[in-house]
């Protein structure tokens, strides 16, 4: 099991980026997928996540209303759409899969698989 995560970069406040993250290995319907971020000095938090066997899309409450996650499964590939940039989103930015949610919540421990991570930087 492979995941690529691009689409790192540095904005403004205000700003939008989207991330992609592309599996390779297993079929995007057997997992809930999705990202997680780190800042210098802070615990690893879950942004976001999508399951279809769940049938669960998970927003933490920093990003809802301004991120949003999709799939494309013909690709195999998620997306992070997130729009109104905030200095705060500054982190490293890690794509993972993994077979429950439930880890979303809890930090990410734990996870199956984990992708490299990418670079958001939001400048006020």
């Known amino acids: 099991v492979q995941l690529q995560a691009s689409g790192g970069g540095e904005v403004q406040a205000g700003g939008s980026l989207r991330l992609s993250c592309a599996g390779s290995?297993?079929?995007?319907?057997?997992?809930?997928i999705g990202w997680f971020r780190q800042a210098p000095g802070k615990e690893r938090e879950g942004v976001s996540c999508?399951?279809?066997?769940?049938?669960?899309?998970y927003y933490d409450d920093s990003v809802k209303g301004r991120f949003t996650i999709s799939s494309d499964n013909a690709k195999n590939t998620i997306y992070l759409q997130m729009n109104s940039l905030k200095p705060e989103d500054t982190a490293v930015y890690y794509c993972?899969?993994?077979?429950?949610?439930?880890?979303?919540?809890?930090?990410?421990?734990?996870?199956?698989?984990w992708g490299k991570g990418t670079q958001v930087t939001v400048s006020s």
């Open positions: 999508i399951s279809s066997s769940e049938g669960i899309t």
């Open positions: 993972a899969a993994h077979r429950s949610t439930v880890v979303w919540i809890d930090g990410g421990y734990g996870v199956h698989y």
């Open positions: 290995g297993f079929t995007l319907n057997d997992y809930a």
